[in-house]
């Protein structure tokens, strides 16, 4: 078997199941995010699933990984996938920080890093404005009510304060995976 985001993923408390990964997959496909050579931000680098789904799905996509860590894992995997790592350019800081900053459109924005709803919630509004209309925000980590106490996740509460007066189309509902089009 090849090395792929599969091979990262898996059952909880894994960052993604199997089933998020190929949901991530069909988010990113040219089906679903129609840019040519879209501008995806992955935000939260961990070991590099995300990144490897979405490289995997879009080899033409340019992925802006943001980090405060530096996760050296993400690019190794992205290499030992047979990836081409120039695609992914890695940014040490907080989202929140390089979102205000961001002077161009986006087409996707993945949020899976600080899990706080202080941090979600700041990632959300910094980075909903650089979505190009037509592009989607997701968020992985997103529950309905109450988060369990393995993952104390504010992701939940972050989108639906967000989102809960705005025309906004909800596209994607798997497991952990909130998706929004704008």
């Not at 990262?8 to 190929?22: I, R, T």
Request: with cysteine; glycine share 8%.
């Amino acid at each position: 078997m090849n090395f792929n985001a599969h091979a990262l993923a898996g059952d909880d408390p894994n960052p993604m199941s199997h089933v998020e990964v190929d949901e991530l997959k069909r988010l990113v496909s040219k089906e679903n995010l129609k840019f040519i050579d879209p501008v995806i931000i992955n935000i939260g680098a961990e070991r590099g699933t995300s990144t490897l789904a979405m490289l995997e799905e879009r080899p033409d996509a340019y992925i802006f990984s943001i980090d405060i860590d530096a996760r050296p894992g993400e690019i190794a995997n992205v290499r030992r996938a047979g990836l081409d790592a120039r695609r992914v350019v890695r940014i040490l800081c907080r989202s929140q920080e390089v979102g205000e900053l961001w002077p161009f459109w986006v087409s996707f924005v993945w949020v899976d890093g600080d899990h706080s709803y202080d941090g979600i919630k700041g990632d959300i509004e910094s980075w909903w404005p650089r979505v190009r209309p037509g592009g989607i925000i997701a968020l992985h980590d997103y529950f309905e009510g109450e988060p369990p106490a393995n993952n104390p996740s504010g992701a939940g509460q972050a989108v639906r304060e967000f989102f809960k007066d705005k025309p906004i189309e909800l596209i994607s509902e798997v497991e952990r995976i909130r998706a929004f089009r704008k």
